[in-house]
């Protein structure tokens, strides 16, 4: 994700010279140089000094340690953090109660720049440093905010997770292809293009799901018996109560890292 956000502030103009990346892994080094042509160093210190944005890109698991005894190199600099679970408040108390923190939830398709990302900040960012985290993550995709850290858990249970929710139904369209007597190549092409097309065909259009849905159901039709087969098996019901378990899990997360 990292990676995803320097590629898409360098495709938006960003001098590469201004970017510098914390890195202690010599191999890694290597690779984000090669590819970017920007600073990389192993110090905390010698990477953030001269920064106004501090993105924390890192697992969650990790944070606490990455930061730990270098909370004074944070002060007055605005920090964005895209560790999924990390509570702003906690975060702010790691850092010696510093109030400038936004998190941030993105989602893999950031990785080819189509991604979308939640965003919550803390009461004293002001409107300024919120424009510069939007113009930082609309690099990698579309950016919403939200009003209340408790909705990142909802963003989480939708978009962070969402991708693999299209895939599970990718894989199942594929599958039903080639019991159908498609090859697995016709198959995949077929279920992708009609998750791509049907995406396109939604965000150009203003009508709510359920008129674009009705649209392609004729009465008596085709679709029509699918979806009738859909709803016998609560197919709605179940995806929407797993969305309801990731929520639950996410929130839990949060728990477990504020005590780690």
Not at 55 to 64: G, R, S, T, Y
Not at 80 to 87: K, M, P, V
Not at 204 to 221: E, H, I, M, P, Y
Request: with cysteine.
């Amino acid at each position: 994700m990292a990676s995803a956000i320097i590629g898409g502030l360098m495709s938006h103009g960003h001098d590469p010279s201004r970017i510098c990346v914390v890195e202690i892994n010599a191999q890694q080094q290597q690779r984000i140089v090669e590819e970017f042509g920007i600073t990389v160093t192993a110090s905390i210190a010698e990477g953030i000094r001269n920064s106004e944005v501090v993105i924390l890109a890192v697992k969650p698991q990790q944070l606490h340690a990455a930061i730990s005894g270098a909370a004074q190199l944070f002060q007055g600099k605005l920090v964005i953090s895209i560790a999924a679970g990390i509570r702003a408040d906690d975060l702010s108390q790691w850092l010696d109660q510093h109030e400038f923190i936004i998190r941030a939830m993105p989602n893999t398709p950031a990785l080819v720049g189509k991604g979308i990302t939640g965003l919550y900040a803390l009461p004293r960012v002001d409107v300024q440093q919120k424009e510069r985290a939007t113009a930082i993550l609309e690099g990698v995709g579309a950016v919403v905010w939200v009003d209340e850290e408790a909705q990142l858990d909802a963003v989480t249970a939708l978009s962070g997770c969402g991708p693999a929710y299209v895939f599970y139904f990718l894989e199942a369209m594929q599958q039903a292809g080639v019991e159908l007597g498609l090859t697995a190549d016709v198959a995949k092409q077929l279920a992708m293009q009609t998750f791509l097309g049907a995406s396109c065909l939604a965000v150009q259009n203003d009508d709510a799901f359920s008129v674009l849905r009705a649209r392609v159901t004729s009465k008596g039709g085709v679709t029509e018996q699918a979806l009738l087969s859909m709803e016998q098996s609560d197919i709605r019901g179940a995806f929407i109560r797993a969305m309801h378990i990731a929520n639950d899990r996410s929130r839990e997360m949060g728990e477990i890292f504020k005590h780690a």
